[in-house]
């Protein structure tokens, strides 16, 4: 089965977490470290997706692959990863994750959707109710709907359907998936009552993987959009565990179409 999104078509992370898993599949039992992938072109919802995995390089300590994702012989989604084998060296961590409320109290996005649906779009309220596997739990409940100028929103989330995964390889195609969840929001943020976004389409998406993390667990999404212009706008972001160490970044770059 394939999500789906706003813009009527397959969620992008969807394509994300199952080329690297698929990748992952020919690549030695080792994690993930960083991909680039490049939406091409809209999945349709109801049509399988076809992936065909790339050996690029196996060396002693790297390896990297291509992915490409398709449907009816279409390619939708192209993505090049690499994986890693752990060895020694320094460590450090500069940034620091917010001093936020954890996850316990907070209502979880379907409720907020109940609760501030009339300060909403009717299609946005109907989806944020619908069923989704990842779970949302917003730090500003405002700012679901609130035409901030900050471009900035934090929250938590994870997916409880992930707890009977075992593989770290796998939680990270997972997270892969819900890296892509919200993100190129904040680049509308702040633009709402100016003009009416018709849609939102994610272009590329990258992420760095910092350190291992289970898709189940509580994890918090620091994200912001530095620019945007042209139709376009960046969005970036950072996952930190409960414990306030760094698991991932991530950047991606999206289309806006405005009414």
Known sequence: MNLDNLAGVTFGGQALGQALAAAGRTAPDWRATSLSGYFLRGGVIDLPIEFEVRRLHDGRRFASRFVEASQL?????????????????????????????GPAGLANLQQL?????????????GIFQRPFPIEVRLID????????GEHRRDFWFRMPSAQDVELPRDHQALLALMSDYWLPGTIAMGHQGVRTLRSVASLNHSIWFHRPARADAWLLYT???????????????????????????VTQEASLRWM
């Open 73 to 101: 012989g279409r390619p939708i989604f192209s993505m090049l990863c690499s994986f890693h084998d752990p060895d020694g060296g320094v460590s450090h961590q500069t940034v620091t994750a917010p001093d936020v409320v």
């Open 113 to 125: 959707a109940v609760s501030q649906s009339d300060l909403l779009a009717p299609a946005v309220a």
């Open 141 to 148: 409940p405002g700012s679901l709907h609130q035409a901030t």
């Open 223 to 249: 994200t912001e959009s530095p620019w945007a212009d042209e139709g376009r706008g960046l969005s970036r972001g950072l996952i930190f565990d409960q414990q306030k160490r760094l698991v991932a970044t």
